[in-house]
């Protein structure tokens, strides 16, 4: 598999100089299989370059799987700039959690009405179809996709993608279910001695996943003012990968307030951290533009 990121910052974009390296743009990465199918993860604000540089790739009609892990604004900000929508011929499969408020199609209608966009869904020229997704075991684009309930006030999905002997996580948004990861006496650093049952089905999901992208919203200073947010801290995300077996760990959903600067001190906290725990894991801050060959 092939990975891109178009969108690392999470609740609102944050263009300018100060977010030039690590980006900008809302939640959006694209996943393309060895035999050239396209998944675009989140449709954040990063959602409309890809879709213009699918645009300009194409050789014939642009199919594709759209997987929201959630509809928060700052995961679908980006669906209605996303170019192929507007071009006859072309086809998306859009999937997202069941059991919303509203369905996935009037969620997406929704920010298209005339209130607040000129075009409104139903008027897209490609043809969209709208499935929702149980907490399972799926198959889709020929990979089997493991979905898996998030800790988050709006219902949320992550996705565990097994393709061809390699695994990919995208895990988003997600809040620890306990202040503390690791049970009074145990040894720290193994899945059996983490104390909510919550986080250690988390950490069961990430098993020896050879590529996890988590997102990370918050420092541990932050996390005390930010409970119940529905985010999680870099340092409980690189606790449970490590323990996890995870070979390579992606930080992602920047905060906002977060220039280059402060998100590459916390690429560094990240990375002593994992040390620290005994893990060899290879840990890095996503930035728009990243791409990795997996497998």
Not at 58 to 78: E, F, R
Not at 188 to 194: F, L, T
Not at 253 to 262: I, K, T
Request: glycine share 10%; charged share 20%.
């Amino acid at each position: 598999m092939r990975l891109r990121f178009w969108g690392t910052r999470g609740s609102i974009a944050a263009p300018g100089p100060g977010t030039n390296h690590y980006g900008g743009n809302t939640s959006c990465i694209q996943l393309t299989t060895h035999d050239g199918k396209h998944v675009v993860l989140d449709c954040g604000t990063g959602a409309r370059l890809l879709g213009n540089q699918l645009m300009a790739d194409a050789k014939g009609p642009i199919s594709a799987a759209i997987l929201l892990t959630h509809t928060h604004w700052d995961h679908i900000q980006g669906f209605p700039f996303f170019a192929p929508l507007f071009a006859a011929g072309n086809h998306f499969d859009v999937y997202g959690p069941e059991k919303c408020h509203l369905s996935l199609h009037d969620v997406l209608s929704g920010q298209m009405e005339h209130h607040y966009f000129p075009v409104e869904l139903d008027q897209l020229a490609a043809r969209i179809t709208y499935k929702d997704l149980t907490e399972g075991t799926h198959q889709i684009c020929g990979m089997k996709v493991g979905a898996q309930h998030m800790n988050h006030p709006s219902p949320t999905l992550g996705y565990r993608f097994e393709y061809r002997g390699v695994s990919v996580l995208y895990l988003a948004d997600h809040e620890p279910f306990a202040e503390g990861v690791w049970r009074d006496g145990a040894e720290p650093g193994r899945i059996e001695s983490i104390l909510e049952p919550g986080d250690r089905r988390h950490a069961e999901y990430m098993k020896d996943a050879d590529v996890l992208i988590h997102e990370a919203q918050y420092t541990p200073e932050e996390y005390v003012t930010k409970r119940n947010w529905g985010h999680s801290t870099y340092a409980y995300v690189v606790e449970l990968a490590a323990a996890a077996g995870v070979r390579r760990l992606f930080l992602t959903h920047h905060d906002p307030s977060h220039d280059d600067a402060f998100v590459a001190e916390i690429e560094q906290r990240a990375r002593q951290l994992a040390q620290r725990l005994g893990s060899n894991m290879e840990v890095s801050c996503a930035y728009e533009g990243c791409e990795i060959e997996v497998g």
